[in-house]
């Protein structure tokens, strides 16, 4: 227990913080570091203070110096999980989510913010674990169990969802997160009309410009696209692509800037010594809904790789580099800055914080397709590493954007053009990196993927430098959690049925077509 004097100054501290004395109440936490209860706290409160006052690398000690600290309470854990998981530090989150004290002694209340952290942080088996102790210890809400359907379709596929997922709709038919997982988990249980229906019901009782009504919208049309007539899957997914675009920040200009500095960027990749002391990474990259997840899945298969998602550690790692506050993906002050990166540095610390996903084996895949943007800095900090590039058509490629809905990515995918432009900006970036890096990036064509997938899957072992196995393609023979947007269809057998789906819409992606100009035919 802490002895009075120590609640007083830790009071004291709250006070000065509260009144806007960030430096009284940093002397104030930082005299509280050793105490054996409160010490821990102290150091979130002065990573909170650290963060505000731009000191990010000390934001980030601050945090992990509590995690040091740590003692067996659910409520510091969690408190301690989130911090860290904002700061990209997902292995000390994880074992503050996964503690003994947290599984055993957390409330269902805890337990189920922490599974919601663990689900919005891409780790649905743990996320899975945490809500179902949840239920047990009394947190059986719609949203816990929402939360479960979807982490049991990301952990086991679609069918494996659809108990749960419509346990909820049945009881909350307005709960349009439920109805939209429902409608990406593919349900055979039911009958068309009644789904439609039901969804068309929840919308009608929305108001106008609700913030779920996007949710509903796209789920109209995923459950339309599949089995119903185009025009009013489209009609559907306009008004959600409408909606949608209402609600999220998107500079265009600030994008383009991006663009326009890395076109112009001169920077020289690092030789391979061969020297690789620790498990190495194969960056996966293109476009979402490009094929990215399909070929992890195939890469999954050989014995010697790890497919571990989608990683946002490069990101975080610049970031820490640069001692620069910001979102987990890159943008043009942390470019600029990039430049006086020890590269060296920057890959000890990338693989320090992504290795351990390996899990003993020598390879492992990181799938996040925004690393097309950080090429340049892969190619310095890690001379291991292999890219491989997704490559679908830009049809094709910009419809699969469009008709999905990113949860806090990607703001470009609500209008035709500035998906096109986006696009295109993306296509000259590539074709550069793919000049200044012949040897370090592989394209890899969507479409020869899905119709030769052996031959194709040949090809990228023998560049990563890896022995051919038998039976890479047969994905739908392998377990594992896929917490993307492709959880269902990766699941399957590969196929070719998504080759120019965008044609089943041809008359209404004119803006498209138009503003991608020669790309679009």
């Not at 346990?167 to 997982?181: C, F, G, K, R, T």
């Not at 959600?240 to 112009?264: H, I, K, P, S």
């Not at 609500?414 to 993306?426: I, L, P, S, T, V």
Request: aromatic share 8%; charged share 30%.
């Amino acid at each position: 227990m802490s002895t009075p004097k120590a609640l007083q100054r830790w009071r004291e501290a709250e006070q000065r913080l509260q009144a806007g004395d960030a430096r009284g109440a940093a002397d104030g936490f930082a005299g509280l570091v050793d105490d054996p209860m409160l010490g821990p706290v102290a150091h979130l409160r002065l990573s909170l203070i650290a963060t505000e006052q731009g000191r990010w690398r000390d934001s980030i000690e601050q945090a992990l110096a509590g995690f040091r600290k740590r003692v067996p309470d659910p409520d510091l854990l969690a408190m301690l999980a989130k911090r860290l998981a904002t700061m990209g530090e997902m292995r000390a989150a994880l074992d503050c989510a996964m503690d003994p004290a947290m599984l055993q002694q957390g409330d269902g209340p805890t337990l189920a913010d922490t599974g919601r952290l663990m689900s919005d942080a891409s780790c649905p088996a743990e996320a899975r674990e945490l809500l179902e102790r949840a239920r047990q210890r009394g947190e059986d809400t719609p949203s816990t169990r929402y939360l479960m359907g979807l982490n049991r379709m990301y952990c086991d596929g679609g069918e494996a969802a659809v108990p749960e997922l419509e346990a909820v709709a049945s009881d909350q038919p307005d709960m349009a997160v439920a109805l939209w997982a429902l409608s990406k988990a593919r349900p055979g249980v039911e009958g068309f009309e009644r789904r439609v229906e039901r969804i068309r019901a929840a919308i009608a009782r929305r108001a106008p410009g609700a913030d779920d009504l996007p949710l509903l919208q796209y789920a109209l049309f995923n459950e339309i696209d599949r089995d119903g007539d185009p025009d009013e899957a489209w009609a559907a997914l306009e008004a959600g692509m409408r909606a949608r675009r209402a609600q999220v920040e998107y500079d265009a200009e600030a994008e383009a800037q991006l663009f326009r500095y890395l076109g112009e960027l001169e920077a020289e990749a690092r030789p391979d010594d061969g020297r690789h002391e620790r498990p190495r990474p194969i960056f996966i990259v293109g476009m979402p809904r490009s094929g990215t997840t399909l070929l992890e899945r195939v890469l999954g298969n050989h014995p010697d790789i790890t497919d571990a998602g989608e990683l946002h550690d490069l990101v975080w790692q610049m970031r820490w580099c640069a001692d620069l506050r910001g979102s987990k993906y890159l943008d043009l002050a942390l470019a600029q800055r990039a430049e006086q990166f020890d590269f060296a540095e920057l890959g000890r610390r990338y693989l320090e914080h992504s290795a351990w996903r390996a899990r003993g084996k020598p390879v492992y895949t990181d799938k996040m397709p925004a690393n097309f943007f950080n090429i340049p800095y892969i190619v310095r900090a890690l001379p291991q590493a292999r890219i491989l590039h997704m490559v679908r058509g830009p049809m094709d490629t910009c419809f699969s954007n469009l008709k999905e809905l990113f949860a806090g990515a990607y703001p470009h995918t609500y209008d035709q053009e500035e998906m096109a432009a986006h696009f295109r900006n993306y296509r000259a970036l590539m074709a550069r990196w793919k000049v200044q890096y012949p040897d370090r990036i592989l394209d890899v064509r969507y479409d020869e993927l899905v119709r030769d997938p052996e031959r194709v899957a040949r090809e990228v072992v023998e560049f990563c430098g890896l022995p051919w196995v038998d039976g890479m393609s047969d994905i739908q023979k392998r377990g594992g959690a896929v917490a993307t947007a492709s959880a269902a269809q990766v699941r399957e057998p590969i196929h070719a049925r998504f080759l120019n789906q965008w044609r089943r819409y041809e008359t209404h992606l004119g803006p498209l077509r138009k503003a991608l100009g020669t790309l679009g035919y």
